[in-house]
């Protein structure tokens, strides 16, 4: 990262400015932020931006790396950052309620961007694209015109913030099609159990793992406030504001296939459905072949959670077995929106999992068949994604070391899955 210290030197025309042990007064005016430098607040305190004269002065970022930097430390308080752009603030709070460690600090930008919300924020991880499951093609028009993008310095132990957000009335207008009460935030992240992906998130599967919409709007003062993620967690993504009946991500929130003793149980949950007729469930042996196994009425156009299941009880014994699930709209078009394998049996030793801890370990112990997948993830109290294994058992009799060593004392949950049996265990690492 490349660090500048912005030495103002005179600012006659749009603004006045003064100084004071790493303060910054803007007295009306304009501070604008060029080149990918960095504006350093060393006032810990939430009297590091204060603004003079009138009120109407602003600092001007529009860019991914035109940045400000405030070294807050393991202060509290309400930090406001008073960003803007063609002649309206746009007001960034950073609300924190529990400190971080210290030294640390907020770095912070904003830009606006087009409709189409191009081109992509950059700082790593960079943004990627704008997509909607719902109708699987770039739902850009669906989000306000500007991105902010919130990254960390120091901290090892975040604070607990509480975010809000201020936009524009143009970055919301058309083209775009946003409903503007309906606006809520959303973060480029890593989601509960979709691996080393980013994706925008709350998307619908996390939803129902623990991420509610994120922030209350209000279309008098253009604010989105209230944005918080809980305990450890300061916030440090690239965030956006997308209107809430059409999230960027995907409306399926899981498909999965698991055994009741000797049967599949086929589970699903949406959190929409637009003209929904019905379900296809059909089984395969060979993953070519397939069998229709149930038709299971749609809930037509509904954007409540619907959840799904049934009980496959004419599956061969301990036989691998291949599931998918079609979904039809009333017009009778149609796609594959979820698939999964699973092996049942009436033997209770075929697949075994165990979870224990020792000293600064944690000890899985899976009894499976040889070349067997497993998938391990550890989450923290909050459901952020802090380890994940994968592999192949190359025993029937396996013992996977998870080293706890780098883990703050906390309470974390640990998932552990094959494609035949589950295991999920709440761990308190002291």
């Known amino acids: 990262m490349r660090w500048f210290n912005i030495f103002i030197i005179f600012f006659i025309i749009v603004s006045t400015l003064h100084g004071q042990q790493g303060r910054l007064t803007i007295n009306d005016g304009v501070v604008s932020i060029n080149d990918g430098a960095v504006l350093s607040i060393n006032e810990p305190s939430t ?10 002065g602003y600092i001007q970022s529009e860019s991914d790396l035109n940045r400000v930097y405030w070294r807050i430390n393991n202060s509290t308080g309400t930090y406001v950052i008073p960003f803007g752009y063609s002649g309206t ?8 309620t529990n400190a971080g460690s210290s030294s640390g600090g907020l770095i912070a930008s904003t830009r606006a961007v087009a409709s189409d919300n191009t081109p992509y924020p ?7 694209h704008m997509n909607s499951s719902i109708t699987g093609t770039d739902a850009s028009l669906l989000a306000a015109d500007r991105f902010w993008i919130l990254r960390k310095d120091g901290w090892t132990t975040e604070p607990t ?4 957000f201020t936009y524009r009335d143009a970055e919301i207008a058309s083209p775009n099609t946003i409903t503007e009460s309906n606006l809520v935030a959303q973060f480029w992240g890593i989601g509960l159990n979709n691996g080393s992906t980013y994706s925008w998130i709350p998307d619908m599967y996390d939803l129902s793992h623990g991420y509610g919409y994120l922030g209350t709007v209000n279309t008098t003062n253009n604010t989105v406030s209230g944005v918080s993620l809980g305990a450890n967690d300061g916030g440090f993504y690239t965030w956006v504001l997308v209107d809430k009946n059409n999230p960027l991500p995907v409306t399926l929130l899981y498909f999965k296939v698991e055994c009741n003793g000797a049967f599949p149980v086929i589970e699903w949950q949406t959190a929409s459905e637009i003209n929904c007729d019905y379900y296809l469930i059909e089984r395969s042996y060979d993953a070519t072949n397939w069998q229709t196994v149930a038709y299971i009425q749609g809930a037509g156009t509904t954007n409540t959670l619907s959840n799904y299941s049934y009980v496959d009880d004419k599956v061969e014994n301990n036989t691998k077995v291949y599931y998918r699930l079609t979904q039809y709209d009333y017009n009778n078009s149609y796609s594959i929106i979820g698939s999964d394998v699973v092996m049942c049996s009436n033997n209770s030793e075929i697949s075994q999992i165990s979870i224990n801890t020792d000293n600064n370990r944690i000890i899985i112990s899976l009894q499976d068949q040889i070349n067997e997948p497993y998938f391990i993830n550890l989450y923290d109290i909050n459901g952020k994604l802090i380890k994940r294994v994968t592999g192949n058992c190359e025993n029937s009799y396996e013992k996977i070391f998870i080293n706890i060593d780098d883990l703050a004392p906390a309470i974390y949950l640990i998932d552990v899955y094959t494609r035949t049996n589950k295991e999920i265990k709440k761990l308190e690492i002291l």
């Open 47 to 56: 009297v590091g931006i204060t603004l003079g004269g009138t009120g109407t």
């Open 89 to 96: 603030r746009l007001n960034f709070t950073y609300q924190i």
């Open 122 to 128: 950059t700082v790593s991880p960079a943004v990627t």
């Open 161 to 164: 913030v509480t975010l809000t």
